[in-house]
């Protein structure tokens, strides 16, 4: 065998990319101090555009994002591109009309603004709800779905000859291992950095899965083997996949029309803007303009996307016609290991490796900070110095990192990545975010409204999304996302009644500390309305007006295939 075909090649890439990163991102940040709440948690305030994005973009495109997106487009085609494309009317958003405020705040921290705006009570139960989805969702899934990866890439349990269960196992220690290393001991810019490097070696990688998946489809539909070819059979085999724009009645993992600028606008102004995870990124910005940038370029950076995390998936559907594909997560690394040329392998596998890694850590560092300034210091210890909370903050991670690691394993008998995680925190993202909205923008808000709100819109959404659906099977059929829609209507409504019989004695106003300079980005909107017109383009180019153009949806032709089965058991 050519060596550079041979396993051992794979692992000496694999292990000479992952090291460089490690050591670039080491030299960059050795003289840092991180002994201080701003050097630890938000890089010192130093953060640039361009690191920004890169950042957003790598703690957003991680292996679940690559395996759950690809495993929901396997069965329902461009219509999964809906999470994707979107985000960038939310980053928009981000940029010109949040993140002003939030830097004018000074703050390290989302829940740090709710004790500004409400009460210290509010602060604790976003922080906690925010934790708990952290430790027993977000982590736990990161974990589970990188090890798909390599798994299924690598044959590892077949390789070692141990069962499924035990070879994700292994690769979610070793994971979490690294990662904490980097979230515990290098703090938010060792954490950027790594982000930067990693995200330009996933788009590099990451485009040569449908570069060489086209070459695949063509070959395995007849053809001549030719790039070329591959993405004719792609734009015409079967043009349904290409589609999406969804009736308005289809249910997940199908993406409603109408979804587009209610439910999943909602979920992905919580995600984008409210999530600590994200949000820490634009907090370490040196100032307002460098994070305008670093949001709208990353909102560019989403609508291209879809060529990573939804194309393969199409591929797969287009190779394999009529496969069972389950949940669809197998679909992703099947393509990798089945069309990716050994001697890059080990590439691709480190930047791979690199996108859990920096979704990981980021995850954990983000727990450590909202742990450490939010919980502990306010209850345990105010008088507390900088270098005794990041202390706290890393001693915590630890535990996370620990506890999210004997959960993830367990994510094997979930199903599928990405409709688990999305309707999961669907629970908690709406009534948060309605709080951060409400708070910013009406002033007589008082602090009870946000500790009613939140409690009931949990309540409510579990009893529509777990409870009604049992009793009512109808509603099997409607999408949480349009739940999500209904609720953060009726969460505004109570803001008002609440407002109206209990409004806050003072006015509320929020004041500059000045933390970082807030002079905006001169041509931001400009750049900002350019990548919204991109993103029409791509629904345009992805919809019946384009290359989506066919007498059924996937989720017709779906409906038709279980009637046929069903047709088809009942005569044997």
Same mark, same amino acid.
């Given at each position: 065998?050519?060596?550079?075909?041979?396993?051992?090649?794979?692992?000496?890439?694999?292990?000479?990319?992952?090291?460089?990163?490690?050591?670039?991102?080491?030299?960059?940040?050795?003289?840092?101090?991180? =002994?201080?709440?701003?050097?630890?948690?938000?890089?010192?305030?130093?953060?640039?555009?361009?690191?920004?994005?890169?950042?957003?973009?790598?703690?957003?495109?991680?292996?679940?994002?690559?395996?759950?997106?690809?495993?929901?487009?396997?069965?329902?085609?461009?219509?999964?591109?809906?999470?994707?494309?979107?985000?960038?009317?939310?980053?928009?958003?981000?940029?010109?009309?949040?993140?002003?405020?939030?830097?004018?705040?000074?703050?390290?921290?989302? *829940?740090? /603004?709710?004790?500004?705006?409400? $009460?210290?009570?509010?602060?604790?139960?976003?922080?906690?709800?925010?934790?708990?989805?952290?430790?027993?969702?977000?982590?736990?899934?990161?974990?589970?779905?990188?090890?798909?990866?390599?798994?299924?890439?690598?044959?590892?349990? @077949?390789?070692?000859?141990?069962?499924? /269960?035990?070879?994700?196992?292994?690769?979610?220690?070793?994971?979490?291992?690294?990662?904490?290393?980097?979230?515990?001991?290098?703090?938010?810019?060792?954490?950027?950095?790594?982000?930067?490097?990693?995200?330009?070696?996933?788009?590099?990688?990451?485009?040569?899965?449908?570069?060489?998946?086209?070459?695949?489809?063509?070959?395995?539909?007849?053809?001549?083997?030719?790039? +070329?070819?591959?993405?004719?059979? /792609?734009?015409?085999?079967?043009?349904?996949?290409?589609?999406?724009?969804? @009736?308005?009645?289809?249910?997940? *993992?199908?993406?409603?029309?109408?979804?587009?600028?209610?439910?999943?606008?909602?979920?992905?102004?919580?995600?984008?803007?409210?999530?600590?995870?994200?949000?820490?990124?634009?907090?370490?910005?040196?100032?307002?303009?460098?994070?305008?940038?670093?949001?709208?370029?990353?909102?560019?950076?989403?609508?291209?996307?879809?060529?990573?995390?939804?194309?393969?998936?199409?591929?797969?559907?287009?190779?394999?016609?009529?496969?069972?594909?389950?949940?669809?997560?197998?679909?992703?690394?099947?393509?990798?290991?089945?069309?990716?040329?050994?001697?890059?392998?080990?590439?691709?596998?480190?930047?791979?490796?690199?996108?859990?890694?920096?979704?990981?850590?980021?995850?954990?560092?983000?727990?450590?900070?909202?742990?450490?300034? $939010?919980?502990?210091?306010?209850?345990?210890? *105010?008088?507390?110095? $900088?270098?005794? +909370?990041?202390?706290?903050?890393?001693?915590?991670?630890?535990?996370?990192?620990?506890? %999210?690691?004997?959960? %993830?394993?367990?994510?094997?008998?979930?199903?599928?990545?990405?409709?688990?995680?999305?309707?999961?925190?669907?629970?908690?993202?709406?009534?948060?975010?309605?709080?951060?909205?409400?708070?910013?923008?009406?002033?007589?808000?008082?602090?009870?409204?946000?500790?009613?709100?939140?409690?009931?819109?949990?309540?409510?959404?579990?009893?529509?999304?777990?409870?009604?659906?049992?009793?009512?099977?109808? &509603?099997?059929?409607?999408?949480?996302?349009?739940?999500?829609?209904?609720?953060?209507?009726?969460?505004?409504?109570?803001?008002?009644?609440?407002?109206?019989?209990?409004?806050?004695?003072? =006015?509320?106003?929020?004041?500059?500390?000045?933390?970082? $300079?807030?002079? *905006?980005?001169?041509?931001?909107?400009?750049?900002?309305?350019?990548?919204?017109?991109?993103?029409?383009?791509?629904?345009?180019? /992805?919809?019946? &007006?384009?290359?989506?153009? %066919?007498?059924?949806?996937?989720?017709?032709?779906?409906?038709?295939?279980?009637?046929?089965? %069903?047709?088809?058991?009942?005569?044997?």
């Amino acid at each position: 065998m050519n060596f550079v075909n041979s396993m051992a090649f794979t692992a000496i890439t694999f292990v000479a990319f992952t090291a460089l990163v490690a050591l670039i991102s080491w030299w960059k940040t050795r003289g840092d101090n991180l =002994d201080t709440q701003d050097g630890y948690y938000l890089g010192g305030r130093s953060l640039t555009g361009p690191v920004i994005a890169g950042s957003l973009l790598m703690t957003n495109l991680s292996a679940e994002q690559l395996v759950g997106n690809n495993g929901q487009a396997v069965r329902v085609g461009m219509s999964t591109m809906g999470w994707e494309v979107t985000s960038a009317i939310a980053l928009v958003i981000l940029a010109f009309v949040l993140m002003p405020k939030y830097l004018k705040t000074g703050l390290t921290t989302v *829940p740090q /603004f709710f004790e500004q705006r409400y $009460d210290e009570g509010t602060r604790r139960l976003v922080s906690i709800i925010v934790l708990l989805s952290y430790v027993v969702i977000m982590l736990p899934n990161i974990l589970y779905a990188g090890a798909q990866v390599f798994v299924n890439i690598f044959g590892i349990d @077949e390789m070692f000859g141990i069962s499924r /269960f035990a070879a994700i196992a292994i690769v979610c220690v070793a994971t979490a291992i690294i990662g904490s290393i980097y979230a515990i001991f290098g703090g938010l810019k060792a954490i950027a950095l790594s982000d930067s490097i990693n995200g330009l070696g996933l788009i590099v990688g990451g485009l040569l899965v449908p570069v060489f998946g086209f070459m695949f489809l063509s070959g395995q539909l007849g053809g001549d083997g030719s790039f +070329m070819d591959g993405f004719d059979k /792609f734009l015409h085999t079967n043009p349904s996949y290409l589609n999406a724009i969804n @009736e308005v009645n289809t249910p997940e *993992p199908w993406l409603p029309w109408p979804l587009l600028f209610t439910g999943l606008l909602v979920n992905n102004m919580y995600y984008w803007a409210t999530n600590q995870s994200i949000i820490q990124r634009t907090f370490g910005a040196k100032n307002l303009k460098e994070a305008q940038k670093g949001a709208v370029f990353a909102g560019f950076l989403k609508i291209m996307t879809p060529l990573i995390i939804v194309v393969p998936g199409v591929i797969c559907a287009l190779a394999y016609p009529g496969m069972d594909w389950g949940s669809g997560d197998s679909a992703y690394p099947m393509l990798v290991a089945e069309v990716m040329p050994k001697p890059i392998l080990g590439f691709f596998a480190a930047v791979m490796f690199g996108a859990i890694l920096s979704s990981f850590n980021s995850v954990l560092n983000s727990a450590s900070t909202i742990y450490a300034l $939010d919980i502990h210091r306010p209850l345990f210890n *105010p008088t507390a110095s $900088d270098a005794r +909370m990041v202390k706290i903050g890393q001693n915590f991670g630890t535990v996370v990192a620990v506890v %999210s690691t004997i959960m %993830s394993p367990f994510m094997l008998y979930m199903g599928g990545i990405t409709s688990f995680v999305n309707s999961a925190f669907a629970a908690f993202n709406t009534p948060i975010f309605v709080c951060l909205l409400c708070g910013f923008f009406w002033k007589k808000v008082p602090a009870i409204a946000a500790k009613i709100v939140i409690p009931v819109h949990v309540v409510l959404y579990f009893i529509l999304q777990f409870g009604l659906r049992n009793v009512i099977p109808a &509603l099997n059929n409607i999408h949480y996302l349009y739940f999500t829609a209904i609720l953060f209507v009726f969460d505004m409504l109570l803001m008002w009644v609440i407002v109206k019989k209990h409004p806050r004695a003072t =006015d509320f106003e929020l004041k500059d500390v000045g933390a970082v $300079d807030l002079t *905006p980005w001169k041509n931001g909107k400009i750049w900002a309305t350019v990548t919204l017109l991109i993103m029409v383009l791509a629904y345009v180019i /992805f919809s019946p &007006l384009g290359f989506g153009k %066919s007498e059924k949806t996937t989720y017709q032709n779906y409906l038709e295939n279980q009637t046929t089965a %069903s047709v088809s058991d009942s005569v044997q």
